[in-house]
């Protein structure tokens, strides 16, 4: 199936840095969306992007969706202790809307 | 309260039976999604429909079966035909429009087969 490949696999950060992570792929996407799963739980949205290069922000938390319309990534400043968990890229393809399609997961680690 | 239920939370069953999980949402969605998420992967589509009466398999829908016979309710059957059935299993929905939307989940079903 199409594959959305999405970097890095895990990062393990001090308190109060930066991350940011990354999706990309051969096709062209209608919308982005960026979840944040904790362990044993469902993923829980955080962004949802629908047109190519808008920027959006949720607290802490930015996206863009890019111009091209085949990647997005997902900015967290200042980290704190309870950004840790797996972030999951996905998207709806242009050509067939219906499927939802995610990357393999960044797991963030946040040392205190 | 509004949202997407899935029961039950833990199943185990015995090597070749089938089992389904439920999954039921309220939120008047039309398009729903079953997930199959192994330990540090990410999340593979099993099946998604779009309207009731209408499915469509994903990626990897060998050895599951699904019904939509109405819109709050999209089962997942396990069949014995699955050779891993082990996982944590998700389901999603999301309204259905041409661009397409955000999708959300519910809480999860963790199979175990012995």
């Known amino acids: 199936g199409q594959q959305l490949n999405q970097s890095p696999q895990s990062m393990f950060i001090q308190e109060g840095e930066d991350v940011s992570m990354n999706c990309t792929s051969s096709s062209i996407f209608n919308t982005w969306l960026w979840y944040k799963q904790d362990p044993g739980e469902g993923p829980v949205l955080l962004i949802a992007?629908?047109?190519?290069?808008e920027l959006t922000s949720n607290g802490r938390l930015t996206a863009q969706f890019g111009i091209t319309r085949k990647d997005s990534f997902l900015n967290i400043s200042a980290s704190i202790p309870s950004d840790v968990g797996i972030y999951f890229c996905a998207g709806h393809l242009s050509s067939n809307t219906g499927k939802l399609i995610f990357g393999q997961g960044t797991t963030l680690q946040v040392k205190p | 309260d509004g949202g997407i239920t899935q029961s039950p939370k833990y199943l185990f069953r015995k090597e070749g039976q089938n089992v389904t999980l439920s999954c039921e949402q309220n939120l008047n969605h039309d398009a729903m999604y079953w997930y199959r998420q192994d330990p540090g992967q990410g999340l593979r589509l099993i099946y998604y429909?779009?309207?009731?009466?209408?499915?469509q398999k994903g990626d990897i829908a060998e050895g599951y079966s699904v019904s939509r016979e109405k819109k709050e309710s999209f089962p997942l059957t396990v069949t014995s035909a699955q050779k891993n059935p082990t996982a944590f299993y998700l389901c999603a929905s999301s309204i259905r429009d041409s661009t397409g939307t955000e999708a959300f989940f519910g809480q999860g079903t963790r199979l175990t087969v012995v």
């Open positions: 429909s779009q309207i009731v009466n209408d499915f």
């Open positions: 992007l629908y047109k190519a290069g």
